[in-house]
């Protein structure tokens, strides 16, 4: 079964610093999808980052990273130059591989809590 | 363009009662996806739909939930006799469905409380 799992349950960083926020997951599939949802106080999920199993080089998205060991299982975001509207709970996915039960569907793990202090 | 949309926004109901709640996904997105989220807690999947094939319930906890889509359209979530632990915020997500990277866009969510 598929699995993320997110161990930081509360993180801070002082504004323009880079903050890396930790993933790991867990799956038996060689094709699969990782993603990073940042959800705001208001609730609503904002999508950020996607790395396919199969990629090469690591996702950026802006001062958004995503940096990809594959043979550790690892997706952890990196965000530069945080800022204080980077403030906010960070969520990570994943999705298994097309025509599967676990393309229908993401996974995630339980979250990170940043805040971003000036 | 508009993105996901979910009504209502707040919905608090009585123990017993019956709930509906409603997604418009983005147009074009032809994948539908509902979740729930508790306090505090990561989101659970729930059902799935893509065009016309029988939808992906497997996610659903009990027979007390049900979910209904018109084409590729809106979607309908609905939870017969609600019970307390029904209380979260109810997700739905769209995505166009063209491919492994295929990107689920959220809704802003319908919070859902059963006294």
């Known amino acids: 079964a598929q699995k993320i799992t997110q161990t930081q349950p509360g993180m801070f960083v002082q504004e323009k610093e880079a903050v890396t926020l930790d993933c790991t997951y867990d799956?038996?599939?060689?094709?699969?999808?990782l993603f990073w949802y940042k959800q705001p106080s208001s609730g609503e999920m904002i999508f950020l980052i996607y790395?396919?199993?199969?990629?090469?080089q690591n996702a950026t998205e802006g001062r958004y990273s995503l940096n990809f060991q594959k043979a550790r299982k690892s997706a952890n975001l990196v965000i530069s130059a945080s800022q204080l509207g980077d403030s906010a709970m960070y969520f990570c996915a994943m999705r298994g591989p097309p025509y599967s039960g676990g393309y229908n569907k993401l996974i995630f793990g339980a979250g990170t809590r940043l805040a971003v202090h000036p | 363009g508009a993105g996901v949309s979910q009504s209502p926004s707040n919905k608090v109901t009585e123990k017993g009662k019956d709930v509906e709640l409603r997604c418009d996904p983005i147009?074009?997105?032809?994948?539908l996806y509902w979740y729930r989220q508790r306090l505090g807690q990561g989101l659970e999947f729930l059902i799935y739909?893509?065009?016309?094939?029988?939808?992906?319930k497997s996610g659903l906890p009990s027979d007390r939930f049900s979910a209904e889509r018109t084409g590729e359209s809106v979607s309908t979530l609905t939870i017969q006799r609600t019970q307390q632990e029904d209380s979260a915020v109810y997700l739905c997500?769209?995505?166009?469905?063209?491919?492994?990277?295929?990107?689920?866009?959220f809704g802003p969510g319908t919070r859902l409380t059963v006294l």
């Open positions: 739909f893509q065009g016309n094939s029988a939808p992906d």
């Open positions: 997500a769209s995505s166009f469905s063209g491919g492994a990277g295929d990107t689920q866009y």
């Open positions: 147009s074009g997105h032809t994948a």
């Open positions: 790395q396919g199993s199969y990629d090469e």
């Open positions: 799956t038996s599939d060689q094709s699969y999808g």
